[in-house]
């Protein structure tokens, strides 16, 4: 893997782009790991934030569910909410394409943290926003009304 596509990557996710050149280099000693079409991600490594470095997943309610939760591609990120849980209950990620993920431990998050705190501030950030999307979408789905329901539909989207 060429190290200016992970560099790349590193920058397009949402908590890392302004990241000190520290974070970038304790983020590029971070294992690579390849999947192919099919392979489920961090199914075994639980524990961790995936940047991917190129390819796509898609992310779908777990248990074999055929809820579609989203779709990532090179420089999106997946686990970060459950990398401090240690397991994923909620989804299961699977690679549509050949794909490659910069696979980040939850101990090495933790220490990026406490050192760069514009990740921490950034990380925030992001889980902040899907918990308003999250939440606008709650409201739309208990709406008794439904230009309640699609006013939420269309935000979500």
């Known amino acids: 893997m060429n190290n200016s596509s992970v560099e ?10 302004d990241c000190s050149g520290w974070t970038l280099s304790a983020l590029k000693n971070c294992d690579i790991r390849s999947y192919m079409t099919g392979d489920e991600a961090g199914k075994s490594e639980r524990a961790m934030l995936g940047i991917v470095i190129s390819g796509k997943f898609v992310i779908k309610s777990s248990g074999g569910g055929r809820v579609l939760m989203n779709t990532v591609g090179s420089g999106d990120v997946f686990g970060a909410a459950t990398v401090f849980l240690g397991e994923n209950y909620i989804s299961s990620i699977r690679a549509v394409a050949k794909s490659s993920v ?45 230009d309640s329901a699609l006013a939420g539909y269309k935000i979500g989207r």
């Open 8 to 17: 790349k990557a590193i920058k397009c996710a949402p908590m890392f782009h």
């Open 102 to 146: 910069l696979c980040v431990p939850r101990e090495t998050l933790e220490e990026i943290m406490a050192v760069d705190s514009a990740v921490s501030v950034a990380y925030a950030r992001f889980l902040s926003e899907k918990i308003c999307f999250l939440n606008k979408k709650i409201i739309s789905f208990t709406s008794q009304r439904s």
